[in-house]
């Protein structure tokens, strides 16, 4: 009885802490119009091409003509959250103008959501200016130039990123604001429905987890120490265990080819000293613009 109790209790409790946060998010949206068309702008401005551009690129032509196909090599890929996307939005075949439309609105959701846990997270009195260098920062990371390249998955990517920023709120909802214990298996939910869509997702996830988890311990008024840090590294794993056991589990089940994506996995396969080198070598050619089929030489100093 008391189990059933408790989790009542939980469930009460979470119910109550979803609608203030709910309420809370809207205030804060609904206050700031002049952010709100700042980022649709500048949306427009990042990426508007690619919502009249009819090129595809990369693997879009076989989501045209034989979706199972690629859905199968999502199986391989370890991707099953692309899948389950693709499903649930029923997205058995490309609509590219379509997909862009939503993939824009997915990326307005996601920078408003991240603007609010930021002025969570760091300072609720920080100057307004501070929300617009966000905004147009991260829409224009040359990381996401290149992601949103491939319209075959812009829009999933983009709403695994959602999820991301998401699991990342309700993690630091239950490690340090001592919210319902609910808000762990929420975060767990977009967690692994993120992972599992993008591998390269952790490292988004594990960014915006340190930087709540050192707002909280520099600006937040709630204790922020060793003991939060250890619960948001146990959830973390948790949830990066539970995705990559599914997507294994998943692959072995459609009998599919899990090759590509394991190859990508070298940290342990090759010497410390050539991972850092290959983490340099990434770096330089994103942020300096030296691959000319995502950047124009203009950016990097090349005629």
């Given at each position: 009885?008391?189990?059933?109790d408790?989790?009542?209790?939980?469930?009460?409790?979470?119910?109550?802490?979803i609608?203030?946060?709910?309420?809370?998010?809207?205030?804060?949206?609904?206050?700031?119009?002049?952010?709100?068309?700042?980022?649709?702008?500048?949306?427009?401005?990042?990426y508007?091409?690619?919502?009249?551009?009819?090129?595809?690129?990369?693997?879009?032509?076989?989501?045209?003509?034989?979706?199972?196909?690629?859905?199968?090599?999502?199986?391989?890929?370890?991707?099953?959250?692309?899948?389950?996307?693709?499903?649930?939005?029923?997205?058995?075949?490309?609509?590219?103008?379509?997909?862009?439309?939503?993939?824009a609105?997915a990326?307005?959701?996601?920078?408003?959501?991240?603007?609010?846990?930021?002025?969570?997270?760091?300072?609720?009195?920080?100057?307004?200016?501070?929300?617009y260098?966000?905004?147009?920062?991260f829409?224009?990371?040359?990381?996401?130039?290149?992601?949103?390249?491939?319209?075959l998955?812009?829009?999933?990517?983009?709403l695994?990123?959602?999820?991301?920023?998401?699991?990342?709120?309700?993690?630091?909802?239950?490690?340090?604001?001592?919210?319902?214990?609910c808000?762990?298996?929420?975060?767990?939910g977009?967690?692994?429905?993120?992972?599992?869509?993008?591998?390269?997702?952790?490292?988004?996830?594990?960014?915006?987890?340190l930087?709540?988890?050192?707002?909280?311990?520099?600006?937040?008024?709630?204790?922020?120490?060793?003991?939060?840090?250890?619960?948001?590294?146990?959830?973390?794993l948790?949830?990066?265990?539970?995705?990559?056991?599914?997507?294994?589990?998943?692959?072995?089940?459609?009998?599919?080819?899990?090759?590509?994506?394991?190859?990508?996995?070298?940290?342990?396969?090759?010497?410390?000293e050539?991972?850092?080198?290959?983490?340099?070598?990434?770096?330089?050619?994103?942020?300096?613009?030296?691959?000319?089929t995502?950047?124009?030489?203009?950016?990097?100093?090349?005629?």
């Open positions: 009885m008391k189990l059933k408790e989790i009542r209790l939980q469930m009460a409790q979470f119910g109550k802490e609608s203030e946060t709910a309420g809370d998010v809207h205030r804060y949206c609904a206050g700031r119009k002049a952010l709100r068309w700042f980022a649709a702008v500048w949306i427009v401005i990042c508007g091409v690619r919502m009249t551009q009819w090129e595809i690129f990369v693997d879009s032509d076989i989501m045209l003509q034989a979706p199972e196909e690629l859905m199968y090599s999502w199986y391989g890929s370890q991707r099953f959250g692309l899948i389950l996307t693709e499903k649930l939005f029923s997205f058995m075949r490309l609509l590219p103008q379509f997909k862009w439309i939503l993939t609105m990326l307005w959701c996601l920078v408003l959501f991240l603007s609010y846990c930021f002025h969570v997270w760091v300072d609720r009195t920080a100057g307004k200016y501070a929300e260098v966000l905004v147009a920062v829409l224009s990371s040359p990381v996401l130039a290149e992601q949103f390249q491939f319209i998955q812009a829009f999933e990517v983009a695994a990123m959602c999820f991301c920023a998401a699991a990342a709120f309700c993690a630091e909802r239950a490690v340090v604001s001592g919210k319902s214990r808000w762990y298996l929420v975060s767990l977009f967690m692994v429905w993120a992972f599992g869509s993008y591998q390269a997702l952790t490292a988004f996830y594990i960014a915006l987890v930087i709540s988890y050192i707002g909280a311990a520099v600006c937040g008024d709630a204790r922020c120490g060793l003991r939060e840090g250890l619960f948001h590294t146990a959830h973390f948790i949830g990066f265990a539970v995705s990559r056991f599914l997507g294994r589990a998943l692959c072995v089940w459609q009998q599919a080819d899990p090759t590509y994506v394991d190859s990508m996995f070298n940290w342990g396969r090759q010497s410390l050539q991972s850092l080198n290959c983490l340099a070598a990434e770096v330089q050619r994103v942020y300096l613009a030296q691959w000319r995502f950047f124009h030489p203009f950016f990097s100093g090349r005629r």
